[in-house]
């Protein structure tokens, strides 16, 4: 049983930071790619950032390029999404995901486990 818990999500102004935290237990992190999305009540779950399973190729949506990074450390299965300069439109749960294609594929769809998501609110 592959499980997948996100942490870190909180409360920061505009212009702060959060550094999400998501860690795979139940298997190896290292074959999976890993993908963090976010979802506005409502609206579909948008791709914020994925990872290789080596780590060695990342991906950004667009709202998330040149303000977040997305890395991993395969030796603690944890993934990281470091999320600087925030915009209150930033605001949104946080879901980590795995993917057994270890692409860490833009596509929701293909991601296999998912995690029950941690709430990111950015204040004006």
């Known amino acids: 049983q592959v499980r997948v818990e996100e942490s870190g999500g909180g409360l920061v102004q505009a212009g702060g930071s959060l550094r999400l935290s998501c860690a795979v237990s139940?298997?190896?992190?290292?074959?999976?790619?890993m993908g963090w999305f976010r979802q506005i009540p409502g609206k579909e779950r948008e791709f914020v950032a994925g990872?290789?399973?080596?780590?060695?190729?990342?991906y950004y949506g667009d709202s998330a390029k040149g303000r977040f990074t997305i890395a991993r450390d395969n030796a603690k299965d944890t993934v990281y999404l470091q999320m600087n300069s925030l915009k209150p439109e930033d605001t949104a749960v946080y879901y980590c995901?795995?993917?057994?294609?270890?692409?860490?594929?833009?596509?929701?769809?293909?991601?296999?486990?998912w995690g029950q998501g941690t709430q990111v609110t950015v204040s004006s």
């Open positions: 995901a795995a993917d057994l294609n270890r692409a860490g594929s833009q596509i929701a769809s293909e991601y296999d486990y």
């Open positions: 139940g298997r190896t992190l290292s074959r999976y790619g």
């Open positions: 990872i290789s399973w080596s780590g060695l190729s990342t």
